[in-house]
T-cell receptor, first 115, second 114 residues
Framework: AQSVTQLDSQVPVFEEAPVELRCNYS??????LFWYVQYPNQGLQLLLK??????LVKGINGFEAEFNKSQTSFHLRKPSVHISDTAEYFC?????????????FGTGTRLTIIP | ETGVTQTPRHLVMGMTNKKSLKCEQH?????MYWYKQSAKKPLELMFV???????ENNSVPSRFSPECPNSSHLFLHLHTLQPEDSALYLC?????????????FGPGTRLTVL
């Protein structure tokens, strides 16, 4: 079985400061990893994904994440946040053998940008 | 309409009511999903349809009944729900059910069971 842990339920950050949202996963097999963002009153939107290859993945809106197999982590980072980044961020993992039928989400991290 | 749409956006129902949630995707995808999003809990995958065939049912109570008449439409029929079923119900679609396919989500239906 696979699982995802997002250690921080809420992260307040000043505008233009850097941010890192943490995600750790557990799985006995190779994984696909995703970060989704949910803006208020909207559905989830894919920020970026890791399938294979380079461990540093760049996504939309200036976000990037690094896959670290030894630490089973996939932390999300942005060097300078904007007010519009206020949202909830979800890390997710899937088993390539089962695909989206076994997509497991974390509990989410609410990012609040302070002006 | 573009993307994934869901109706209604808000629904309040009593425990004895029967209602249905509707999802429509305009992306030409072949897989559709129902998720339940409750506060402080991970997103829960409820049902998966791939090419109109149900391929996953994550031990969902029978008071939730999905229907997928074609690859563009997905319904969730509700009857005799409990207050703990109150949540945001999200629909999603993807090109296929393979794990590297991005899922596109609708805005959700906020369900309140009284």
């Amino acid at each position: 079985a696979q699982s995802v842990t997002q250690l921080d339920s809420q992260v307040p950050v000043f505008e233009e400061a850097p941010v890192e949202l943490r995600c750790n996963y557990s799985s006995s097999v190779s994984v696909y990893l995703f970060w989704y963002v949910q803006y208020p009153n909207q559905g989830l939107q894919l920020l970026l994904k890791y399938l294979s290859g380079s461990t540093l993945v760049k996504g939309i809106n200036g976000f990037e994440a690094e896959f670290n197999k030894s630490q089973t982590s996939f932390h999300l980072r942005k060097p300078s946040v904007h007010i519009s980044d206020t949202a909830e961020y979800f890390c997710a993992v899937s088993d390539p053998n089962f695909g989206n039928e076994k997509l497991t989400f974390g509990t989410g991290t609410r990012l609040t940008i302070i002006p | 309409e573009t993307g994934v749409t869901q109706t209604p956006r808000h629904l309040v129902m009593g425990m004895t009511n029967k209602k249905s949630l509707k999802c429509e995707q305009h992306l030409g995808h072949n897989a559709m999903y129902w998720y339940k999003q409750s506060a402080k809990k991970p997103l829960e995958l409820m049902f998966v349809y791939n090419f109109k065939e149900q391929t996953e049912n994550n031990s969902v109570p029978s008071r939730f009944s999905p229907e997928c008449p074609n690859s563009s439409h997905l319904f969730l029929h509700l009857h005799t729900l409990q207050p703990e079923d109150s949540a945001l119900y999200l629909c999603a679609s993807s090109q296929g059910a393979q794990g590297n396919n991005e899922q596109f989500f609708g805005p959700g239906t906020r369900l309140t069971v009284l």
